[in-house]
């Protein structure tokens, strides 16, 4: 198999971590999950990677809690996760550098953004944690800041459905697939691709989105190899 892209950013659900389990990390899980991304590092393709925090916690559903303060407490799920996903890579024999967009110097470098391309150009992997270190933003929006920033391909979502449907697959049986997508579409549809924000943000720098199961972590390879699956989210073709 031979890679299409050459720089991409994986962007991870923080549920996708926890396996069979409701909450935290399960370790084979994640080791199932790392193992085609280092495939995809032996290719030679360059790896940012973005994790959420849901298995840990999930602001959105805190009460009565100030936005900012559990928005913040997202953050620091997302920096455990990261760390989860660092280990696991590394006892693959991968060279990792987790960066936080908030400062913990004691675990994790500071997000610069040269710093990280020189990483990727090194071909070390590079895990960002913390989102974008502002609240009332989603870790969807910091996948696609970061993409933007580092230049990637592409972004590869992993998610828990296999693709963007036009309705809840769970609750409408009837609910139909998209093989494609414009951003277009995505925005004036209000479909749960991404948030607004990181749809939009993904539409000006014309960076392209490949949505997919993580059921089988496979599908990682095979979307770095360009193979049809899940939904594909580009701007329109002029």
């Known amino acids: 198999m031979q890679p299409k892209y050459h720089r991409v950013l994986l962007k991870l659900s923080g549920e996708s971590l926890a396996g069979n389990?409701?909450?935290g990390i399960d370790a084979d899980t994640?080791?199932?999950i790392c193992r085609p991304i280092k495939a995809c590092a032996?290719?030679?393709v360059q790896m940012g990677i973005v994790v959420g925090g849901g298995n840990f916690w999930r602001g959105r559903s805190s009460g009565d809690m100030d936005r900012t303060r559990a928005d913040h407490m997202g953050m620091l799920a997302t920096t455990i996760n990261a760390l989860g996903i660092a280990d696991a890579l590394e006892q693959q024999g991968l060279v990792v550098r987790v960066q936080t967009a908030i400062e913990m110097r004691q675990i994790a470098?500071?997000?610069i953004r040269n710093r990280a391309v020189r990483h990727?150009?090194?071909?070390?992997?590079?895990?960002?944690?913390?989102?974008?270190?502002?609240?009332f933003f989603s870790t969807d929006t910091a996948a696609a800041l970061r993409a933007a920033e580092i230049d990637a391909d592409i972004i590869l979502k992993a998610t828990m459905v296999d693709g963007v449907y036009d309705s809840d697959p769970k609750k409408n049986p009837d609910a139909k697939k998209f093989?494609?997508?414009t951003f277009y579409n995505?925005?004036?549809?209000?479909?749960q691709v991404m948030d607004s924000t990181a749809a939009s943000l993904c539409r000006d720098n014309r960076i392209p989105i490949c949505v997919f199961s993580i059921a089988d972590p496979e599908n990682i390879v095979?979307?770095?190899?360009g193979e049809k699956i899940g939904t594909i989210v580009r701007e329109e073709q002029s």
């Open 109 to 111: 470098e500071p997000y």
């Open 222 to 225: 095979r979307a770095v190899c």
């Open 120 to 135: 990727l150009e090194k071909g070390r992997i590079v895990v960002f944690g913390c989102g974008t270190g502002n609240p």
């Open 30 to 32: 994640v080791v199932k």
């Open 179 to 181: 093989d494609s997508l």
């Open 186 to 191: 995505v925005l004036e549809r209000n479909l």
């Open 21 to 23: 389990e409701t909450h």
């Open 42 to 44: 032996d290719m030679g």
